[in-house]
Structures are given as C-alpha cells and as structure tokens.
C-alpha cells in the first residue's frame, strides 16, 4: 500500500529529504516531456536558439515548477506530506510570475499569438491543478491541451507566430504521447494504491519510464544534431 511517493521511480534514492522532495514534486521526467514539447514546436521552423532557450524556461517554470506546485497543494491525499502552503504558493506564483515576463516580452516584441496561448495554458494550469470549477477542468483531455499540444503551439509561436502543418503534425504526436503517459500514470497510481502484483506496477512504471526517457533524448539528439 502506497503511503506517500518518495518512494516514487523519479524520486532520487541519494541525498537530504528536502533535495528528494523538490525533485519529487518537481515530476522532472514529466516537466522534461513537456519542455521538449515545447522544443519541438520551434524546431518545426528554423529556429533561433535564444527563443528556443526562453520557451523552454518559460515551460519549466510555468508547467514545471508553478503547476506541480499547485499540485501538490490542490491533492486531497497530501503524498508529500504537510508542506507549508505559504511556501508553496510563493514558489508556484513567482516562478509564474518570471514565466510571464519572459512570455510577455516576445509577444508584445513581434509574437502576439503567445497572447491566447498564454491565457489558455495560465486557465488551464489553475482549473486543473486546483480542480477549480468543481474539478470540471481536471481531467485527461485538458491534461492533453495543456500539456501536449500548447508547448507545441508556443514553441512555433514564439519563433514565427505561425503555427505551420509541421507544427501542427508535432502538436498530433505531443498529443498522444501525453493521453498514452496520463493513462498509465493513472492506472500506475491505482496500482501502487492497492495490493497489486508488484510485476504489474512495474510493467507500467516501465512504460512511463521509456516514454519519457525517448521524448527527452529523442529532442536533445534532434538539437544536437543540428549543430554537430
């Protein structure tokens, strides 16, 4: 019976609590898949390399540090233990907040469509990760939206506030890699919940494991290889 996730695949086996706690909440193998996302979309167009690093910090701190963060502060099962809400809030706020600037700055500078992007990810983020509007918004379609497909869009807005055909196939792919992750952390979760076969909890843990690993080093050897 699953008490608490420290004991979690992504939650370092080394170090203080607090350093395996931030890893933990941070989800890391996760907020890599949605960086990545976020890459993928300005490699759909010939990129420049500032914008590609922006987007992916805005990513990071956006979906990577505030949504966990609220996350962790929206659960009902408290898996990390009591954390101090006022701590919480202020790390998922201010790391918002530098996302903000970083996104607001490219669209008032020549990238307007970060502007609905932006509105409807920051929607997102609050609904689903409070499960505001009486949980309506936390579910596994805007899971999809928020973290497949938009880091897509901003990826490719950024860069030429388009959002071309190729972008749009990439967009398709984020999409189902995202559903396929979602399931099998939910049906993960529910397993490690109760007295299940431990060959059953791995099976899936594998899964998670394999797509998150090949999203990652799939995009850095795409990078890589375009400047080699």
Request: charged share 15%.
């Amino acid at each position: 019976m699953q008490k608490d996730r420290f004991s979690e695949w992504f939650v370092p086996k080394f170090g203080p609590r607090n350093f395996r706690l931030c890893c933990g909440i941070l989800f890391l193998p996760y907020t890599g898949m949605v960086v990545s996302f976020a890459a993928w979309g300005s490699f759909a167009n010939n990129f420049s390399v500032e914008r590609l690093v922006a987007i992916c910090v805005l990513y990071f701190l956006a979906l990577g540090v505030s949504a966990h963060c609220l996350d962790a502060i929206g659960s009902k099962s408290k898996p990390w233990g009591i954390l101090s809400r006022k701590k919480i809030w202020a790390a998922s706020l201010v790391s918002l907040a530098v996302a903000f600037v970083i996104g607001l700055y490219y669209a008032f500078l020549d990238s307007p469509l970060l502007f609905p992007i932006g509105i409807a990810e920051t929607l997102l983020l609050f609904g689903y990760n409070l499960e505001l509007f009486e949980g309506k918004l936390h579910n596994n379609i805007v899971f999809v939206i928020s973290w497949g497909i938009l880091p897509v869009f901003a990826g490719a807005a950024i860069q030429t506030d388009t959002i071309s055909l190729q972008a749009l196939t990439l967009s398709s792919i984020a999409g189902l890699l995202s559903y396929i992750l979602i399931r099998t952390s939910q049906n993960y979760k529910r397993l490690r919940s109760t007295s299940a076969n431990r060959s059953d909890i791995s099976k899936n843990e594998i899964i998670l494991k394999l797509i998150s690993t090949a999203v990652i080093v799939t995009t850095i050897s795409y990078f890589v290889s375009r400047y080699a």
